[in-house]
């Protein structure tokens, strides 16, 4: 097994900007001594100051001593010249992202370091391949990509380009390790992992909102309601900024020479492109003005419980369902499995969506009153559900479903009939996305989960949620929004497809 840095490994890190303080935060903290280089005049100084104060508020909560607090503080060193970086064992550069910028830095620290010091950028989109190839020793460059805020998110990607070597990356994994973080080996692909797997979270939501599905405030709040998510795709997109959110997609859809699965939004073009931001700007897909009234999710109206309830099998659905209605007195009769029925009542038939909509299961069915709900992370915990009705459903069927699920605890968002609803199609393309890193080499699977619960905070690992819904279920959706697109976008990864086969999950 390869072994980190020893403490005694002076580490440099080159930018002292919040990422670059961030990461000299948790070398110096983990005990090597650290120097801050950046071209600004007194930036490191600056930097310096601000993570000693991080440390006496770390001691002052009790989270370190006083004098471990003194001892970190004291390992930090402003260098004002790259020459001064001559003694360190590892380089870890966070400066603006340009491949051309980086190229001249690296070549510059070649010739100044060791040939034993390692090199690593921490570009969140840039190839280490590309920036590797400017220089005289390449296998010494990786990635070493934290996430902001460094000393507190655990998660760190440690990226090969097609030069490092082997034990460079073991090594970095190590030293990370060793600081505290959980690193995840990736190969340098357009947006590594986290920024690739990501994309369908905010390109499912824009899709359905461009499609009219529902207003932003709603699909947020059934993502967060019922998949668990801490912030919904518009509340986030608005949080990080569209002129970030919307660079990142399009170079990861330029890098992967316009694959349609990536393509950005004509809507956060707008937005982009008037200015509207985000918070930061004060106007996104919210308004954050002063005195602006906060967007409120729709919910239906209170509906009574319908009679002759029945729930069909033991799916987790109809588990939930059985568990809630019971532990509101709410009368039902339990029966065998009968397809994919969830529950009848009121001359209603509920089911969970399978990425069709609602008027073609109606007409698939030859059953007008079909009522489609949207998947949930844990129906039992779930306090929101979305559901869409057939264009052949009657209006008083509707209100049985809604009544249904609302005397089962459910707050209730009737969206419009888009297929696949907003919660699983969105889980099924974050799946396939997964799935495609890890059939394209970039990471294996358990890394992947690793990465997006702790890159992105996502209440479960995309491949271990396609695996408790179930890869036939998962390939059916996809297959579904294939079918009703008819676009590329949609198509399911071969390692999906190859798990359904050989009737093996992911993990």
């Not at 409120?296 to 588990?319: E, M």
């Amino acid at each position: 097994m390869m072994q980190a840095l020893s403490t005694q490994t002076v580490v440099a890190v080159i930018g002292a900007g919040a990422m670059g303080a961030g990461i000299a935060q948790v070398a110096a903290a983990a005990g090597h001594m650290v120097k801050v280089h950046d071209t600004r005049p007194d930036a490191a100084a600056q930097a310096i100051v601000g993570i000693r104060a991080q440390f006496e508020k770390m001691a002052a909560k009790g989270k370190l001593t006083v004098e471990a607090a003194q001892a970190a503080g004291a390992r930090l060193h402003a260098a004002e010249h790259v020459a001064d970086l001559a003694d360190a064992g590892l380089v870890v550069e966070a400066i603006v992202e340009s491949l051309s910028v980086k190229q001249k830095l690296f070549t510059d620290l070649e010739a100044v370091v060791s040939a034993r010091c390692i090199l690593a950028s921490n570009t969140s989109s840039i190839s280490i391949t590309a920036i590797g190839a400017a220089l005289k020793n390449p296998q010494r460059l990786a990635g070493l990509h934290f996430f902001n805020p460094a000393p507190l998110m655990a998660l760190v990607e440690v990226v090969s380009g097609l030069a490092t070597a082997p034990e460079v990356a073991h090594t970095l994994f190590a030293t990370a390790a060793a600081w505290g973080k959980t690193p995840v080996h990736a190969k340098s692909t357009p947006g590594f992992i986290v920024n690739r797997v990501a994309r369908p979270y905010y390109a499912e939501a824009l899709r359905v909102l461009t499609e009219g599905g529902a207003d932003c405030a709603t699909l947020d709040a059934c993502c967060r309601e019922a998949g668990g998510f801490r912030m919904g795709p518009f509340e986030l997109m608005d949080m990080i900024g569209h002129d970030v959110n919307f660079a990142v997609t399009n170079s990861v859809w330029r890098a992967f020479f316009n694959d349609p699965r990536f393509s950005p939004s004509l809507i956060q073009q707008d937005l982009v492109d008037a200015g509207f931001l985000g918070k930061k700007t004060g106007r996104g897909f919210y308004n954050y003005q002063e005195g602006a009234n906060k967007a409120l999710p729709s919910t239906a109206p209170t509906q009574p419980a319908p009679s002759g309830i029945v729930i069909y099998g033991q799916t987790t659905a109809a588990q939930a369902l059985t568990a809630r209605l019971q532990a509101n007195s709410t009368d039902f009769t339990p029966a065998a499995a009968m397809g994919d029925t969830l529950a009848t009542a009121g001359g209603v038939t509920l089911r969970v969506t399978d990425g069709r909509t609602a008027t073609r299961c109606a007409f698939d069915m030859q059953t007008p009153n079909v009522v489609l709900i949207d998947l949930a992370l844990d129906y039992h915990k779930a306090t929101r559900l979305a559901v869409a009705a057939a264009s052949q459903c009657a209006p008083t069927a509707a209100h049985a479903a809604i009544g249904l699920l609302q005397a089962a605890g459910f707050a209730v968002s009737v969206l419009q009939d888009v297929p696949g609803l907003i919660l699983m199609r969105t889980v099924a393309m974050l799946a396939n996305e997964a799935a495609d890193a890890v059939n394209q080499g970039v990471c294996d699977a358990p890394a992947v989960d690793t990465a997006m619960r702790l890159g992105v905070n996502y209440p479960c690992g995309p491949l271990a949620w396609a695996d408790a819904i179930g890869l036939e279920k998962i390939s059916a959706v996809l297959s579904n929004l294939a079918h009703t697109y008819g676009e590329d976008r949609y198509r399911t990864s071969p390692l999906i497809q190859h798990h359904v086969f050989a009737a093996k999950n992911f993990l």
